[in-house]
């Protein structure tokens, strides 16, 4: 605990089973970290601090995507205005071309406020109508836009996502 108050890290304790599942949190304990309003869990073992430490120091300094579950995905578009979501196959190729391009955007989309995650869930994508991954959607006051530009150009992709932000347009309803 005094290693995290060091890296200015907060711990809160939560002892609602129904608004840890929420969270998606289906084991208790558990330790999730929140970075801009984003959770993220840890999947390792709680009782070996120095991992839990070194895990925490990684989460702080590493800037990249946040993966998500489906109900944090679900939090996440309720709380926020701006939420931009790559729905994606981690053990496809393409996916992981685009993942390594988007990661490039990720602090410029921090910076404008807009949330940046990435789920890997064909249920969830089914939900929302993707029949072809990777496919990013920006979630506008929880209303989806699809990109349809080309993901592995991250810089239009940016110029997207900020001008949706800006201009407020109504989505084409298909």
Request: glycine share 4%; aromatic share 8%; proline share 3%.
């Amino acid at each position: 605990d005094d290693e995290c108050d060091t890296l200015g890290i907060t711990f809160v304790k939560l002892d609602n089973v129904e608004e840890a599942k929420e969270y998606g949190i289906e084991k208790i304990p558990s330790l999730m970290y929140f970075e801009n309003g984003i959770p993220t869990i840890y999947e390792g073992n709680l009782e070996d601090e120095d991992k839990v430490l070194a895990w925490l120091e990684r989460q702080q300094k590493s800037d990249e995507i946040e993966d998500i579950t489906d109900e944090m995905l679900d939090m996440i578009i309720s709380k926020m205005s701006h939420v931009a979501v790559l729905f994606y196959d981690k053990d496809q190729k393409k996916s992981q071309k685009v993942l390594q391009e988007l990661e490039n955007i990720d602090d410029e989309c921090d910076q404008n406020n807009i949330a940046f995650v990435k789920i890997d869930n064909d249920a969830e994508a089914k939900e929302y109508g993707i029949d072809t991954l990777p496919t990013l959607i920006l979630f506008e006051r929880r209303i989806p836009h699809v990109y349809e530009g080309d993901l592995t150009k991250e810089e239009e992709l940016l110029s997207w996502l900020i001008h949706q932000k800006r201009h407020s347009e109504i989505p084409e309803v298909t």
